[in-house]
């Protein structure tokens, strides 16, 4: 299973992107990847964020996660599921994010 993070991405992101299965995107780099989020569907690349340190804002960013990686208790993080959408929400993890990709 391939995994890029934005780190691997060069100049033509959506061609260094191409067979992956999944991208890993910070918190910090989330608000500049918003066109990025628009490849990845169309490559069905799966996209995991991890948003410790800070609370996650609402936004259409939401549409493109598949799994995130938050500050909160278990039911905080079945709230935030529920509300945004995203399939795979975990609260208070210290593992790496890549444990969880599927």
């Known amino acids: 299973m391939r995994i890029v993070t934005l780190a691997d991405l060069k100049e033509d992101k959506r061609a260094d992107m191409q067979g992956a299965r999944w991208l890993i995107l910070s918190a910090e780099e989330l608000e500049s990847s918003t066109t990025l989020l628009m490849f990845t569907e169309l490559e069905d690349i799966l996209v995991a964020v991890d ?5 996650p804002p ?4 939401q549409r493109a996660v598949h799994l995130i990686l938050i500050d909160a208790d278990k039911n905080e ?6 509300k945004s959408g995203i399939t795979k929400v975990i609260g208070n993890s210290t593992e790496d994010i890549r444990t969880f990709l599927w």
């Open 58 to 61: 609402d936004g259409l960013w």
């Open 77 to 82: 993080a079945e709230d935030f599921s529920r």
């Open 51 to 55: 948003h410790r340190g800070s609370p």
